[in-house]
């Protein structure tokens, strides 16, 4: 079943290692349908890895198809597309300047029209859990990213403290593309921080500007389709 979808994620997950995002099997992407979620496989190496390794499962977390178990963060996933419906793709990376940032327990500032092209604000970084959270660490990471994030279409990616990144879109494929943005952004901070600590953030009107030139209702950034 679904077997267009778990090509389009084995291809996702294959360009995190392609746009440098992971190492070894440090991430994960997995995307949405309806009440079924596939996801790829916890802990196999993207070399080799083939679109029937994905797994299949629903809301709940039930596997309804596959032979290896599912990502150690699907429910991480599956918090964030349950609470955000428009959600069809999401992206775990430890991608390295966006993770200093989560390591650092900060979110991102917007300094630049960059960051404002995809992101309306600030990105956010969700806060620790705390130890009776364990228990259900993976689903209470999601519940702390959706205390963090409102709108997710506006902020397309969240950092979570102490651990790394999560980004979302309407595809896999968008998931991706926001989190290799996202890297981009956390290294042009880090950069901007390092050269004039007490930097401004970018203003409104300019961020505004910015993002609903390409997000907006009048948008008008690119070509028609």
Request: aromatic share 8%.
């Amino acid at each position: 079943m679904l077997e267009d979808m778990k090509k389009e994620v084995l291809k996702a997950n294959l360009d995190l290692v392609k746009n440098g995002l992971v190492l070894f099997t440090w991430g994960n992407v997995s995307a949405r349908e309806d009440n079924y979620v596939v996801i790829k496989p916890s802990g196999v190496e993207y070399v080799g890895m083939k679109a029937g390794d994905m797994v299949v499962v629903d809301l709940n977390g039930n596997i309804v198809e596959g032979k290896f178990r599912p990502s150690s963060d699907m429910s991480t996933h599956l918090e964030i597309y349950k609470a955000h419906p428009e959600i069809g793709g999401i992206v775990h990376t430890h991608s390295t300047f966006a993770t200093a940032f989560a390591q650092a327990e900060r979110g991102i500032h917007a300094y630049g029209t960059t960051h404002a092209d995809y992101f309306y604000g600030d990105i956010p970084c969700a806060r620790n859990l705390g130890e009776s959270e364990m228990i259900e660490y993976e689903k209470n990471t999601g519940v702390a990213i959706n205390e963090a994030v409102k709108d997710a279409v506006a902020i397309p990616a969240c950092l979570v403290a102490h651990h790394g990144v999560f980004a979302w879109g309407k595809s896999a494929g968008e998931a991706v593309y926001h989190a290799t943005v996202l890297e981009e952004i956390a290294k042009m901070a880090f950069i901007t921080e390092n050269l004039t600590p007490l930097t401004k953030k970018l203003p409104r009107h300019i961020a505004d500007k910015h993002y609903n030139r390409k997000h907006g209702k009048n948008a008008y950034y690119g070509q028609n389709k």
